[in-house]
């Protein structure tokens, strides 16, 4: 066996992610598999945005094959700065874009352009299960925060408090998810402006995902961060053609903020990607020019989704009020209770991945996969769920619980 060199601390601190591990093990299993583990669309893009259907016989070759700028291609970021404008509330100068490979490219840039071997990112929890990864792949700390559901339990507690009590020497910013990945929270102004004074008082960066802002149901309204007083000039706000587009495997994101930011951001992407295709830029910007009627109609089946699942899934949930995913409280079931519900064929998120507070939490994702093929996998779930002893035990008082939170 042969001595290899040492790998890198970064490299042993960080887990394959769950998804990678996930499909790692479909490898062997020959059964029929419903994955509602990865937050995915059974959608295809919008009309006029596949690949197949951009005029690339109307490019010069020259121009199609070659790099594409470092910082994305023109039309591209023209239309990115009309649409952060007009939707999003706040302005970015020619130089505050920067076109990514997918939101993932997007916020590793961010984290490698804003902290140091050591220094400490607070990730507002629940959260996107990567983010913990990508600080360590920089040899910084990821501090977990539990945010949203605390906030759920109890709308009257202060949420600047929350952030507070893991502040420390070597905090050098605060991550959060709104519409939030997985609990489906849509953070308000209050939850803003609190994150935004605890950043001002600490002299704090702010990393915003905001990658399902176009997935938000029942009246609520999703508020950038970077439109707030005093948020613009700290905030580096990512958003991705995948979630919104149904583009995720064209791999196109962006990352907008002030221009001095972006600036170390876009050195970080150009030494990682160097750019993204043009080809993939021209049919993102297909999608962002041209997709609003797509964008209307995937909500409104996504939210029928959202309420179909509800509906048949005998584990009570909250109604999210964004994204698509709904957030599941599988304690009561057992630790392997995630293991029966792969042998049955249907592979969840497991919980521990949005946070260390979450084991025996998991995440379904409802637009994975058609409505006829998720009633299926959720079947197969409440199958899983009824044969277990727990659940005997558990008698009405689940029942109740169920009721209420299925009126939430």
């Not at 916020?107 to 352009?113: D, E, M, R």
């Not at 140091?116 to 910084?140: F, K, N, V, Y």
């Not at 769920?385 to 169920?402: E, I, N, V």
């Amino acid at each position: 066996m042969p001595s290899f060199p040492r790998l890198s601390r970064a490299a042993d601190a960080v887990q394959l992610s769950l998804f990678a591990r996930l499909y790692e093990r479909l490898g062997g299993y020959r059964g029929d598999v419903i994955s509602l583990q990865v937050g995915d669309t059974y959608l295809t893009p919008p009309a006029g945005a596949r690949l197949c259907q951009q005029p690339f016989d109307t490019v010069d070759d020259r121009e199609l094959y070659a790099y594409a700028p470092p910082a994305g291609w023109g039309p591209l970021i023209d239309a990115v700065r009309a649409k952060v404008e007009a939707r999003n509330g706040f302005a970015v100068g020619p130089a505050g874009v920067q076109i990514t490979c997918g939101a993932t490219h997007a916020l590793s840039c961010a984290v490698g352009a804003l902290l140091d071997p050591g220094d400490e990112l607070i990730l507002l929890t629940p959260h996107w299960p990567l983010i913990r990864g990508i600080t360590q792949t920089r040899s910084a700390v990821p501090v977990e925060a539990p945010f949203t559901m605390p906030l759920l339990e109890d709308p009257a507690a202060d949420p600047a408090a929350l952030i507070r009590r893991h502040l420390g020497p070597r905090t050098a910013g605060i991550y959060l998810s709104s519409p939030n990945n997985p609990d489906g929270v849509v953070l308000g102004e209050r939850e803003l402006a609190a994150v935004i004074a605890v950043a001002a008082e600490a002299n704090l960066w702010i990393l915003a995902d905001e990658v399902y802002e176009d997935y938000v149901y029942d009246g609520h309204r999703h508020l950038s961060i970077a439109s707030l007083p005093g948020g613009a000039e700290r905030t580096v706000t990512v958003y991705s053609f995948s979630k919104s587009f149904a583009q995720a495997g064209l791999r196109v994101g962006y990352a907008v903020g002030p221009e001095p930011l972006v600036a170390a951001l876009r050195k970080m992407a150009n030494h990682s990607v160097y750019n993204v295709p043009q080809a993939l830029q021209r049919a993102a910007l297909a999608a962002l020019t041209g997709g609003d009627a797509f964008l209307a109609d995937a909500r409104t089946r996504y939210a029928a989704a959202r309420d179909a699942a509800r509906a048949r899934l005998q584990v009570p949930t909250r109604s999210p009020q964004g994204s698509t995913y709904l957030w599941l409280d599988l304690r009561r079931w057992g630790d392997d209770i995630l293991e029966r519900i792969a042998e049955a064929g249907v592979l969840l998120a497991p919980g521990a991945g949005f946070g260390q507070a979450y084991a025996g939490w998991a995440r379904l994702c409802f637009t994975a996969v058609d409505p006829d093929r998720l009633a299926v996998g959720i079947d197969r779930i409440n199958a899983v769920l009824a044969a277990s002893p727990t659940a005997l035990a558990a008698g009405a008082g689940a029942d109740a619980d169920a009721a209420r939170e299925r009126g939430r």
